[in-house]
């Protein structure tokens, strides 16, 4: 599960509505939703992420961390180290090789951090 998928998920179920409710009103598959939500489709592009927050009617803050997340839920990641420190190379190569192995907490841990770093919220 993605980052999106896990909010589009939650919103579905704080509202009472139905998958097929939903895909139906943006115009997509339920099957396109359900990939979504488990991670199984890249990040959704900005035009539906409006529609999203058009249909559960989010603002404002609220809109921008939806898209936020939406951006940070591609399920596979490429990391490009090239003109970067050896160090790098390796740190993302190690991450690549054993984060399935990092315990929840760690992963928490390690995200805040970057998610503090100053430009954190450039792409």
């Given at each position: 599960?993605?980052?999106?998928?896990?909010?589009?998920?939650?919103?579905?179920?704080?509202?009472?509505?139905?998958?097929?409710?939903?895909?139906?009103?943006?115009?997509?598959?339920?099957?396109?939703?359900?990939?979504?939500?488990?991670?199984?489709?890249?990040?959704?592009?900005?035009?539906?992420?409006?529609?999203?927050?058009?249909y559960?009617?989010?603002?404002?803050?609220?809109?921008?961390?939806?898209?936020?997340?939406?951006?940070?839920?591609?399920?596979?990641?490429?990391?490009?180290?090239?003109?970067?420190?050896?160090?790098?190379?390796?740190f993302?190569?190690?991450?690549?090789?054993?984060?399935?192995?990092?315990?929840?907490?760690?992963?928490?841990?390690w995200?805040?951090?970057?998610?503090?770093?100053?430009?954190?919220?450039?792409?």
């Open positions: 599960m993605t980052p999106f998928g896990q909010r589009l998920r939650a919103l579905r179920a704080e509202r009472g509505v139905a998958m097929k409710d939903m895909a139906k009103a943006l115009g997509v598959s339920p099957a396109y939703l359900s990939a979504l939500e488990h991670g199984h489709r890249g990040r959704p592009n900005r035009r539906f992420v409006h529609q999203v927050c058009q559960f009617g989010i603002i404002w803050d609220e809109a921008e961390a939806l898209q936020t997340l939406a951006d940070r839920s591609h399920p596979r990641v490429t990391v490009d180290t090239a003109g970067l420190s050896p160090e790098a190379t390796e993302a190569n190690l991450l690549a090789d054993r984060i399935g192995e990092l315990p929840e907490e760690e992963l928490q841990t995200s805040a951090v970057l998610r503090n770093l100053p430009g954190a919220g450039r792409r």
